[in-house]
């Protein structure tokens, strides 16, 4: 699934390889790509026909192309969802949703096995910044306005338990379990802990581990990409190198040497080390 620092990654190769070029004639390959476009495909391909791009922007995973008229297009990539930047002169791909072609003889295509992803339009009048369906989303950690000391307050306050908190995109955005498990492993937290019984500076120092994982998996997912073909498929580089804790079931902890344990967490999986990640009192 992408995560923030992929998301990043399509958003960089969108805005060189998208902004400026005129969009065409839109084609919806598959209505469910489109569902969250209430009036429909032929409305969302028809509102999207002869306008230019002008910048792409990110909250968290949300993603959304800015376009001349003042309406956004939301790009949503879900479990599987890629954007990619090819000729248009290049066979379609298997999973081909959306195809918007561009000015420059390139297309824009929206390829999304599982469709689990989405694309709309959503029209702001006033020219907002950030578009309605995206408003409710906190700011991510790798945005310039994100405020430590407004986050740490916010999850100090929370009543609930810390991995759960760096998941939830009220409070903060782009953490995904990948990250919320090399983060607390980092912290030596143990991902049940309750928010409330954080010291200031353990909870800045969580924020710390958060930032710098996203950063140095930005870093390595940035190398990936080159020239025209703008991918994401979901399998990040991250994956290859420098996990500590996420899927190391039974392998050793880097500090010190005890089994990496997982536990079920919200139909998913926490790892953690049993040593390092002392759980809190009252779970055994
Ligand atoms: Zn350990």
Redo the contacts with the bound molecule.
Sequence with gaps: MPELPEVEVVRRGLSEHAVGREIGKVEVLHPRSVRRHVPGPADFAGRLSGQTPTAVRRRGKYMWLVLDSGDMLLVHLGMSGQMLVQPEDRPDEKHLRVRLPLADGNELRFVDQRTFGHLMVDREGERAEVPSSVDHIALDPLDGAFVPEEFVRALRAKRTEVKRALLDQSLISGVGNIYADEALWRARLHWARPTRGLSNAQALELLGHVTDVMTEALEVGGTTFDGLYVNVNGESGYFERGLNAYGRRDRP??????SIVREAFMNRSSFS?P???RAPRGRT
Excluded: A, I, K, V
């Design positions: 902890c880097g500090r010190c040497g005890t080390c040593s390092c990640q």
